[in-house]
């Protein structure tokens, strides 16, 4: 699957912004749909997951605050961030795995398949 996300920018604090990772290929509907992130200098983190059931798992730091979802029809997944900290800001990838263990899914080394990235940068 080829994945290709985006709908960054540049937000204030507080603010929202909706990132978006279109896929490719006829079986989007059977994969781990992961959103991570990396700031500068930092390791790449997990953000947000969603199973090929709907099911939803939030690091932490967001929950509450962001929202991921999935349209199979349209092989999309969505990544609604509201109450933007500066603390959010990073580049955001994509990621999706058809056969990733529950274990693993917040490790990003794990992950066979990634889009580009988006800058997401949060202005206090």
């Known amino acids: 699957v080829q994945l290709q996300a985006s709908g960054g920018g540049l937000v204030q604090a507080g603010g929202s912004l909706r990132l978006s990772c279109a896929a490719s290929?006829?079986?989007?509907?059977?994969?781990?749909m992961t959103w991570f992130r990396q700031a500068p200098g930092k390791e790449r983190e997990f953000v947000a997951t969603?199973?090929?059931?709907?099911?939803?798992l939030y690091a932490d730091s967001v929950k509450g605050r962001f929202t991921i979802s999935r349209d199979n029809s349209k092989n999309t997944v969505i990544l609604q961030m509201n109450s933007l900290k500066p603390e959010d800001t990073a580049v955001y990838y994509c990621?999706?795995?058809?056969?990733?263990?529950?274990?693993?899914?917040?490790?990003?080394?794990?992950?066979?398949?990634w889009g580009q990235g988006t800058l997401v940068t949060v202005s206090s």
């Open positions: 290929g006829r079986t989007f509907s059977t994969y781990r």
């Open positions: 969603i199973s090929r059931g709907g099911h939803t």
């Open positions: 990621a999706a795995d058809a056969n990733i263990i529950l274990s693993s899914i917040s490790d990003y080394l794990q992950y066979k398949n």
